[in-house]
């Protein structure tokens, strides 16, 4: 059998199924993916705003090219918009996880609920 040709239909009959396999989203419920969704746009949207607070902020210091002082005190400005990125991202990690927390503990509750209620229906 020519090769090329085996190798061609390998490759026409693995691309489905790589296809599938790499398509995570599939698996996710609507619920999952409107929250998945809503938290990509809201990673995206403090990322876009925090990528202009830092190249505004660079941009300052380029223009501030002579002033040592000035140039020191936009550094220490740099450091402490980073710092509060930095915590303003872990405070969004710490909300989602408390969700998180919240949505499992409802559920575990409606399971406990629909127990109770089946074995008070023996």
Known sequence: MNTKLLLALTAALALPFAASASDSTKT?????????????????????ENKAERQALRAEMKAANGDSTKKAELKAKMGTLKESQKAERQALKA??????????????AKKAERKAAKDAAK
């Open 95 to 108: 909300k989602r996880a408390q969700e998180r927390a919240d949505r499992k503990a409802a559920r575990e």
């Open 28 to 48: 996710m419920s609507p619920r999952q993916d409107s929250i998945h969704t809503a938290h990509k746009a809201e990673n995206q949207a403090m990322h876009s």
